[in-house]
């Protein structure tokens, strides 16, 4: 696509929005309200908004390679905080998907430069379930359940801040895992026991 084109289709998007609804965009400038949190994977096949059916102001979006949750990564943390301490979203979700080439890319013997400490967290969920993981045959149902298992572990990541356990025990915030079948275009949740997790892990990451 080129850049004319995306001039072309903003001018086509604003007369479209203005003939369903002449005050659609003073509506947007007055704020927004999501209860919605997605973080999702950078992938360019893989829009939050489209796949979710999601309307301007609903959804709260922050992407990155892999959909990762990395407790030193300024900017995933920054949107956590905003999202859940100022908008007061009631559910955060961790989307992957099939396919994922940063998923894949971190379990190839590769120096990958600047990415390479960006995938050794992928790496370490691997190791952390490699017992499982070892056990698949077909490479491509591996790298799958990989995918699945990284958007658990993200989620965990997640109920270890302390923003996410405050909005659990205020006001019943909840964490979800979902994985976008790219071939298909089916959300799926994985149905992770969350409040099992909570349990395990309060003891060490618990924060008052």
């Not at 950078?42 to 949750?69: C, Q, W, Y």
């Not at 300024?74 to 961790?94: D, E, G, Q, R, W």
Request: aromatic share 8%; with cysteine; hydrophobic share 40%.
């Amino acid at each position: 696509m080129d850049l004319k084109t995306v001039f072309d289709n903003n001018k086509t998007w604003i007369e479209t929005k203005l003939a369903l609804n002449p005050d659609f965009f003073n509506t947007l400038g007055t704020g927004q309200n999501p209860e919605l949190l997605y973080i999702g994977c950078s992938d360019s096949r893989v829009t939050a908004e489209e796949l979710m059916g999601a309307k301007p102001g609903e959804v709260f979006v922050h992407r990155n390679i892999a959909n990762m949750v990395i407790s030193i990564d300024l900017n995933v943390m920054s949107v956590i905080n905003y999202a859940v301490n100022h908008l007061k979203v009631n559910h955060v979700i961790v989307c992957g998907h099939y396919a994922c080439g940063g998923v894949k890319a971190a379990m190839q013997s590769a120096d990958l430069g600047i990415l390479n400490p960006w995938l050794r967290n992928i790496r370490d969920v691997y190791r952390i379930h490699r017992t499982e993981l070892n056990a698949i045959e077909n490479e491509e149902a591996r790298y799958n359940r990989l995918v699945e298992l990284n958007v658990q572990e993200q989620c965990v990541n997640l109920i270890k801040t302390a923003a996410v356990q405050k909005a659990i025990r205020e006001r019943s915030l909840q964490v979800h895992g979902w994985v976008f079948d790219i071939h298909s275009g089916e959300l799926i949740d994985l149905k992770i026991d969350f409040v099992k997790y909570l349990e395990d892990i309060r003891e060490i990451y618990h924060l008052d």
